[in-house]
């Protein structure tokens, strides 16, 4: 989990301003020059912005303390300090600024569009040299003012991973086989728990100008919400997706209360998750007995939720993989649309929408997201 970030405490400060001067005109033949200390520089600003190349938070993960730069000071002969460099502090989309003592969110940049810059902190303003101090009672100032100091903060940056879908299983369900399946993602696979320690984004590309991204996080496990597992480290990134994608392992003995599990878990973390659309597939149809179960596990869930789509599946052998692609698409097409009719303020989305989408064959291959082979 070396390769990924995604918190970081650290601590901020803004430039001070640069003292103002105090100085006086001294040239041959001209007696009486009068004040001309220049004004100190402004000190530099603390602004974050977003990176569309950057995926976790490990190139701040390390470096604990960011300050800017301070004014210059200001000079004879009029001649003004140099204003501070700003620290600009890059961030992937996704991240929530927040106070590191009160939690209170301090911005969000989780709708940023193109390069957002947020200035957090302002540089101290420069003090003003004697000039300004001159008048026709005192035409020799001796006074200047210093810069103002600049702000220090402490700051918790924690990153939500954007992503279209979500998806959620025990461990071992088959979730990063799915990821490989669709998209060019590269997850490690293989026949024990646990062996994604760190969330995957892949892309599933639907046509010429449009596409899903899919993250996969570590396996959920029972009390995962409490602090069990891997599973509550991570369940935040699956916070800020459209829509949900459950995997069930239908060859596992714990088949038919697999779906009703993971739901208490995600409800107990935060009950907005259990609002959000989602499908659930079946998966390991291949292996004797697990379609029988799936069956049943399809029974269940859609006597309690009928507008729950719920597809058996074998990734591994290509079952049913059509069909669950052709889902997940419709699903986050669904959840769009009503987003940008609430948005609107219009009346949700009209009949036949879905038919503007065109599928990919289940040859084709997703284009890899930048960052998702961890």
């Known amino acids: 989990m070396i390769g990924f970030a995604d918190e970081a405490t650290i601590e901020v400060r803004s430039g001070n301003g640069g003292n103002g001067c105090v100085a006086f005109r001294r040239e041959k033949y001209i007696p009486h020059g009068g004040p001309n200390g220049g004004d100190g520089g402004k000190g530099g600003d603390i602004i974050f912005t977003v990176k569309r190349n950057l995926r976790t938070?490990?190139?701040?993960?390390?470096?604990?303390?960011?300050?800017?730069?301070?004014?210059?000071?200001?000079?004879?002969?009029?001649r003004y300090g140099a204003d501070g460099e700003d620290c600009v502090i890059p961030v992937p989309p996704g991240t929530t600024i927040r106070d590191a003592e009160t939690d209170e969110i301090i911005y969000d940049f989780s709708t940023a569009k193109g390069d957002e810059q947020f200035t957090f902190l302002k540089g101290g303003n420069g003090g003003w040299g004697n000039v300004h101090f001159k008048s026709s009672t005192n035409q020799a100032p001796k006074q200047a003012n210093p810069g103002q100091k600049?702000?220090?903060?402490?700051?918790?940056?924690?990153?939500?991973?954007?992503?279209?879908?979500?998806?959620?299983?025990?461990?071992?369900?088959?979730?990063?086989?799915?990821?490989?399946?669709?998209t060019n993602a590269r997850p490690k696979i293989a026949p024990y728990p646990f062996t994604t320690i760190i969330p995957n984004l892949g892309v599933l590309r639907v046509d010429d100008e449009s596409d899903i991204i899919i993250a996969d996080i570590p396996g959920i496990i029972e009390g995962a919400s409490e602090g069990l597992g891997l599973g509550d480290t991570f369940l935040k990134h699956i916070t800020r997706t459209a829509c949900l994608i459950f995997m069930i392992d239908c060859s596992d003995e714990n088949y038919l209360t697999a779906y009703e599990t993971l739901c208490n878990e995600l409800r107990n973390y935060s009950d907005s998750l259990m609002e959000k659309p989602r499908i659930v597939l079946c998966n390991k149809i291949d292996v004797d007995g697990a379609y029988e179960h799936a069956v049943e596990v399809a029974e269940k869930i859609r006597a309690e939720e009928p507008d729950t789509a719920v597809i058996p599946v074998s990734v591994m052998m290509g079952r049913g993989m059509k069909e669950a692609q052709n889902q997940i698409v419709q699903l986050v097409n669904r959840q769009e649309k009503r987003i940008e009719a609430e948005e609107k303020g219009t009346d949700v989305f009209g009949a036949g929408f879905m038919q503007s989408r065109a599928y990919i064959d289940d040859d084709d291959d997703g284009v890899q997201y930048p960052g998702s082979e961890g």
Not at 57 to 78: E, P, S, V
Not at 164 to 171: C, E, K, R, S, T
């Open 57 to 78: 938070l490990a190139n701040i993960r390390h470096k604990h303390c960011f300050k800017a730069r301070n004014g210059g000071d200001g000079q004879g002969w009029n």
């Open 150 to 182: 600049g702000e220090t903060r402490f700051l918790k940056l924690e990153l939500s991973i954007m992503a279209d879908a979500g998806l959620v299983g025990f461990p071992n369900a088959g979730k990063s086989s799915l990821l490989t399946y669709f």
